[in-house]
């Protein structure tokens, strides 16, 4: 053992000697029960005076300040272990003698405080202890007390209450038998009451059943001690699981038929298992789940009937498949029936969800109502429920947020049909009319039922419609480039007042009869026939939910269109005035009228038509060939499809002006040729120039006989060829008049028609691409005034003899001396020419009504070709005196006098272009120059002549002159050198 563990030991030892020497043998413990103390404290420091003066008071204060807190730290502390650890080791018999001393002295000082407290408190001891002997005492009278009573009452026991307490036993089991009877009495009814539960769940009376069935189980829960009614109360539980089941079966039946009655029904007894909120969940869900039901039934219905009429059965194998396989396997004979039923089956779905908003709306108003007669004590006072006011709130804000989730999944179930079918395709244009109709309208109600844009779908139409659209557009020019290379170019009889809007390819254009007076639509309102409905279709209640609300759909009317009858024909005699709208029909009736060699018997004799034509343009009717009539039903589908589906407008107004620029094109090629290079600058101006090469370049194919489109992705069409039967230089049809009259006039026709509906397609266009519709009327549609000139050149020109009268211009003498009052000769033969030019109008009008603006044209063109021979003539002068200009003059101005007499020409168009050549032979040298200088429209011809005779000319200036007008360029470069 180390020096460290004996110190211990020993320490220990000597505090246990110490303890035993404090103790007294006669303040031992003992076991009678008394309040003595057990320990006696010996005072420290025996011998000493108890009453320390102030120095030793003084140290025993600082003594027991100096003791450390660890001593008072814990009733287990170890002072020796303390000690011992304060030394480190360093165990010297000094320092731990010290130490020890140390300690005994803190030890005398704590056991004489020790002592001084006690002897302080012992007044307080005797105190307590003299209580505690009094509740000795007490608690032994008690104990004799209860013995008293308990003989007392052995004794009442055995004396009286033995037979008492049997008879209340006996009462006691008689309530208890009561209570069984009762209880049995419940459960026989409880029994029988389940049966009647089924019966009213079976009737649909399930609110009777639920409130039964909550009874029960009310009454169930009280009498649950019993084993049968712990079996009856799981039944009752089952038949509540039943109901509902029942319960959602019937809210999946509402989803399309919707019945208010049975609707009240199947919430209320929602309402008494406190489950509106899931009932309103559900009923989503079941409308979700009807939305596919009734798109695969429809389309597998159309499926199945397209394969019974092509022998194949199917029907076992078509249940198997998805949606998308069903709609790729409908035919184009069935893809709009089919479109059609499912759109009006999203409709009933639509409405049956509009009616149960409205059912609600209608609830929350009646409670509101209720509540405000209560707070005015106009009526009982209705219980308020906070909760179900809660609940109320939430089903309807549920409801509310619910259609633009229905509608995306009928808006997808559509878009399906229309991307995974290759039926849209191959539609022909009244039916894809009658599939942009249907859809056009799905996506309004669409808007006024969700609130939302269909653009998925709507994208998915564009990309149909542009995929249908190129190739029917390019059928379409194919047709036309047939029918133009066979076009005979006669007249149609059309009444006096007729307009491609009396057209029934514009019938979508003009207002209803039905709309009210003063009511105006915008363009996609009156094509698709929903006059204010665009503009009205994003607020909450509009006019389609109501007035289709009780019955029919609003898909109903959109093949209910006026007849297809055309009153727009003259009657030629056969009474056939009606026009027909498909396809076919119009390639028919294209082909009977413009060839003769199919064989195909025409409508009316050619004598009837002509004379049919003759009295329409008399009555003040338009120049209109079949040709025409084509292309302006053409304008008139193209402008429905850009009505159904503004988003294609500029592709298809495009389409639309390639028709209008092959018609002009083709009517300026075949009528516009062998025009003399003398007289292109007068007859053809520098803007149809412009025009012609453009459409040329653009549109036409020179190297092909079919439509093609080449590597720039433009369509060119092949260049059009005259009709074999039309000779262009056969002097007896005066150089086919009668064609070349309704070539043009119908061209012109055609552009009028083009102005009338050109607000129609600026509003179709976004503002962005308006600019390309005006560059088409400006640089197309503007031009058409301009080709009369070269159409009716010909004409004038052959018909007229000019080169005699050049001749005979050459012969007069101008170097005359004296004023001459006779013109001269060859203006009688110019004016003789004039009037056989007179006759043959009016021959060819007694059989070809010549319309005003050929007329005069035709008058214009012979005056301006007179007036270029006069120069000519003028300008071959060699010798010519003052007199002989003189004698000009009067030539001239005897052919203004007569010719006018002869036309309708009110004044004689170019007379300046005469008058002043003529007087620039009298101007001075430098007037001259500058007149030379700015009349570009006269030849080099004429400026040679003019400067060659003009008198006031040196021969210097004239040689300059005649250097400049041959060479301008040069001089010009020669002078700043």
């Known amino acids: 053992m180390d020096f460290k563990s004996k110190l211990r030991s020993l320490v220990r030892r000597q505090d246990t000697a110490k303890s035993s020497a404090d103790l007294s043998p006669e303040d031992s413990p003992h076991n009678d029960f008394a309040f003595e103390p057990t320990i006696t404290i010996q005072p420290i420091g025996k011998g000493r005076n108890f009453s320390p003066t102030g120095s030793a008071a003084s140290q025993e204060t600082e003594i027991l300040n100096s003791i450390q807190e660890n001593y008072y730290a814990s009733s287990n502390f170890d002072a020796g272990d303390f000690e011992l650890q304060k030394l480190s080791g360093d165990y010297e018999l000094d320092k731990v003698d010290k130490l020890r001393k140390y300690l005994l002295n803190q030890l005398e000082v704590v056991s004489k405080k020790l002592s001084e407290v006690i002897l302080h408190n012992r007044a307080a001891y005797t105190e307590e202890l003299k209580r505690v002997t009094e509740v000795e005492n007490a608690l032994g009278v008690a104990v004799e007390t209860s013995k008293l009573a308990r003989v007392a009452t052995q004794m009442s026991h055995q004396s009286f209450a033995a037979k008492e307490l049997h008879l209340l036993q006996l009462h006691n089991r008689g309530q208890r038998s009561v209570l069984v009877l009762r209880a049995l009495t419940v459960i026989k009814s409880l029994h029988r009451t389940v049966g009647s539960i089924a019966e009213l769940v079976e009737e649909g009376n399930y609110t009777g059943a639920i409130q039964l069935t909550l009874t029960c189980r009310q009454a169930a829960n009280i009498h649950r001690e019993y084993l049968c009614i712990s079996q009856l109360h799981e039944k009752l539980q089952d038949t509540l ?18 019945e208010p009655r049975q609707y009240a029904k199947v919430y209320t007894a929602f309402q008494l298992l406190d489950k509106n909120q899931t009932a309103i969940d559900q009923l989503h869900m079941h409308f979700i789940t009807t939305i596919h039901n009734r798109s ?24 198997k498949k998805h949606y998308p396989e069903l709609c790729h396997a409908v035919t184009a004979e069935y893809f709009v029936p089919a479109l059609l039923s499912l759109c009006k089956g999203m409709w009933d779905v639509m409405k049956t969800y509009r009616s149960i908003i409205q059912w609600h709306l209608e609830l929350a108003d009646q409670r509101k109502r209720s509540r405000e007669n209560a707070l005015t004590g106009s009526s009982a006072v209705t219980e308020s429920n906070p909760d179900r006011d809660m609940v109320e709130v939430y089903v309807l ?34 039916s894809f009319g009658h599939l942009l109709s249907v859809l056009k309208r799905f996506c ?39 029918f133009l290379d066979n076009e005979s170019w006669e007249v149609c009889p059309m009444k006096s007042k007729f307009t491609c809007l009396d057209l029934w390819e514009f019938q979508f254009l003009r207002p209803r009869t039905q709309l009210p007076s003063g009511s105006s639509q915008s363009f996609v309102e009156k094509a698709a026939g929903d006059a204010g409905r665009e503009s009205s279709h994003t607020s909450a209640t509009t006019h389609f939910f109501l007035e289709f609300g009780s019955s029919g759909t609003p898909f109903d009317d959109l093949f209910r269109s006026e007849e297809q009858h055309e009153d727009v024909l003259v009657d030629s005699g056969d009474g056939d005035k009606r026009s027909s709208d498909s396809d076919d029909d119009i390639m028919d009736e294209l082909k009977q009228e413009h060839i003769d060699e199919t064989g195909e018997k025409r409508r009316g004799s050619p004598k009837q038509r002509r004379s049919s034509a003759f009295k329409s343009i008399s009555l003040g009717g338009p120049v209109v060939t079949n040709s025409t009539l084509s292309v302006l039903r053409l304008f008139g589908r193209y402008i429905f499809f850009v009505a159904m589906l503004e988003s294609n407008a500029p592709e298809v107004i495009n389409a639309l002006s390639q028709l209008f620029d092959y018609y002009l094109y083709t009517v300026y090629s075949l009528f516009s040729t062998e025009i003399h290079e003398y007289f292109e600058s007068l ?27 080449g590597p720039d992705g433009k369509t060119r069409i092949p260049a059009p060829q005259i009709s074999p039967r039309i000779d262009l230089a056969d002097p007896k049809t005066v150089f086919a008049l009668p064609e070349r009259i309704a070539a043009m006039e119908s061209l012109a026709f055609l552009a009028s028609q083009m102005e009338l509906i050109q607000p129609t397609l600026e509003r179709a266009l976004p503002p962005q691409r308006r600019v390309f519709l005006q560059q088409f009327y400006t640089q197309s549609v503007s031009l058409v005034p301009d080709i009369r000139y070269p159409v009716y050149w010909c004409v004038a020109y052959r018909s007229i003899n000019y080169d005699t009268a050049l001749s005979m211009m050459a012969e007069v003498q101008w170097d005359i001396k004296d004023l001459a009052s006779q013109h001269s000769e060859y203006v009688d033969h110019l ?22 603006e050929a007329l005069d ?48 020409l009110r004044p004689i168009p170019d007379r300046d272009f005469i008058d002043s050549y ?41 040689q300059r002159l005649l250097q400049f007008v041959e060479d301008p360029e040069g001089l010009r470069n020669k002078n700043k050198s």
Not at 403 to 420: G, N
Not at 683 to 705: H, P, T
Request: net charge positive.
């Open 241 to 258: 699981a039943l109901i509902e089941q029942k319960l959602d079966v019937a809210l999946g039946q509402i989803c399309l038929n919707f």
């Open 296 to 319: 695969f039934g429809v389309v597998m219905g159309f499926v199945e009937l397209s394969n019974r009429k092509n022998g194949k059965n199917q029907g076992e194998t078509l249940t």
């Open 397 to 430: 804000h549920k409801l509310e947020s619910g259609p633009p989730r229905l509608w995306s999944d009928m808006e997808q179930k559509i878009r399906v049909l229309l991307t995974q079918s290759d039926a849209a395709a191959q539609l022909k244009y009244d």
């Open 444 to 482: 309004i109600v669409g808007k006024e039922f969700g609130g939302v844009n269909s653009d998925a779908l709507m994208d998915a139409v564009k990309q149909q419609a542009s995929r249908f659209f190129n190739m029917y557009h390019r059928t379409k020019l194919e047709e036309l480039h047939f």
């Open 683 to 709: 007859v053809i101006s520098k803007r149809l120039q412009v025009g012609v090469k453009r459409i040329r370049e653009n549109l036409i194919n020179m190297n092909s006989d079919h439509v093609e489109t």
């Open 831 to 852: 004016l003789k020419e004039l009037e056989g030019f007179h006759q043959v109008i009016r021959r060819t009008a007694k059989t070809t009504a010549i319309p005003k």
């Open 857 to 904: 044209g035709l008058w214009t063109l012979a005056v301006l070709l007179t007036n270029r021979t006069f120069v000519e003539g003028f300008s071959g002068v060699k010798k010519c005196s003052n007199e002989g200009r003189a004698l000009m003059q009067l030539d001239y101005q005897q052919f203004i006098v007569s010719a006018e007499k002869l036309s309708s």
């Open 918 to 958: 003529v007087k620039a032979f009298y101007l001075p040298e430098e007037a001259l120059e500058k007149w030379i200088k700015d009349h570009k429209q006269y030849t080099l011809k004429h400026i040679v002549g003019l400067i060659n005779q003009s008198p006031s000319l040196t021969k210097k200036t004239r």
